[in-house]
DNA sequence: CTGCGTGCAAACTATTTGCAGTTAC
DNA sequence: GTAACTGCAAATAGTTTGCACGCAG
């Protein structure tokens, strides 16, 4: 997992600016465990930054995304995630709540994955639609 | 693969009703190994059936979706695209181009992904993102 | 000082929805 | 006959964009 300051690092040696809202987003995503939206993003930084924007937002969680640092999952056809965690690992979407957990992967089998695919893959992810326990009881 | 007829019997099975645009659909849907776009399914159609809307054209599909016939891929962040092979497989997504290509998964190895999840799981879902030999040589 | 980044609001676009007319059964 | 389906148009909502101002380097 990434801290903050090495991103900032990488940001500054790659010509971007250091932005306070850049700071921002960054230390928010830092070490989550969750998938936040860009609107759960936005309230929470609200509180610390009332005038940020969604547009800030977009730009720095897609920067982040091109530099390695998170990926933008598309599991929910509704709107976007933002997974911070760069280890590959799969994602489970129960259905019936709408609740979205981490799958463990072990590193054999992603690699596995990974092998399937004759081209060049920059990012593998693995999506598991279903219910869990609590929705499956129901 | 599932033929047209098959879809058919299901469909009166579950009380839903053998209209001519379903039947159009799955007829376009049936067989294909690529994954449209509701706008191509849409442009495609018009030409028999010039009213047919997006309205009918979603809701056939999500039909469809439920029952088991096609995905609903969500790989790419614009729009969602219809795969109607049910056997499971990875997708990739050239991000050069655009392209978006089968990635055959053996069985075994479709087994093992299930396993990971203690869920229910009821879809799985891989996406590859990368370059496609082309692109990667430009 | 210079230009990148921000914030606002407007634009965009894929998908969904309400409703009146139509059709399968 | 009647409930489900269709097609149109309008609504929705997440994301993107244009532009004027502000701030980091």
Redesign the pocket.
Known sequence: MWNVDEVLEK??AK????????RA?IERLCGRKDHP???QLYNELKKD???????????????LAELGYLQ?LTID?????FDPTPDMHAHFLCQGCGKLEDIEIIPEEAEKLKSLCAHKARIIEVFIYGLCPECDKG
Request: overall charge positive.
């Open positions: 940001l500054k010509g971007y600016k250091l932005t306070s809202q850049r987003i939206t860009a609107e930054y009332p005038t940020i924007s969604f547009a800030t937002i977009y730009s720095t969680v897609q920067l933008i056809d509704k709107k976007s995630h």
